[in-house]
């Protein structure tokens, strides 16, 4: 296991600091997130977004009264046949997954939703390397 870093830290204060359904859900997810990549890095930005990278940005989780929102910043491009984004279906980019509380989430479709999420960044900044080398 690696030393937390400051982001880990300010994401597991966020965590304890919200002491209910949409803490134990932000908590659930990162789990999610780490067994899929388990060397992702963990980032804090945006005056307190948590956002988990790889080669880029995966996705942030943000918490609202009403909904924990996992925004992938790829999310648009990404294949979702089990229909996890239910939010931010207009975008060009983007796209999200809104939890309720007591909403279930399908384990194994959103860390391939992940993993997928990594490739496409991994294959963007392949096509950047190879870019600038012509």
Request: proline share 4%.
């Amino acid at each position: 296991m690696k030393p937390p870093t400051e982001a880990t830290e300010k994401i597991t204060q966020r965590i304890a600091d919200l002491a209910d359904w949409r803490g134990e859900t932000l908590a659930y997810v990162r789990k999610l997130i780490h067994q899929a990549v388990p060397d992702v890095r963990e980032e804090w930005k945006w005056m307190g977004t948590p956002v988990w990278e790889h080669d880029g940005g995966i996705c942030t989780g943000e918490t609202y009264k009403q909904v924990v929102k996992l925004t992938f910043h790829r999310g648009a491009s990404l294949d979702d046949p089990d229909k996890l984004f239910n939010s931010s279906l207009e975008g060009n980019v983007r796209r999200a997954i809104d939890i309720r509380q007591g909403g279930k989430l399908d384990e194994a479709a959103f860390q391939q939703l992940i993993r997928a999420a990594v490739a496409a960044n991994a294959a963007a900044q392949a096509e950047r390397k190879a870019k600038k080398k012509k």
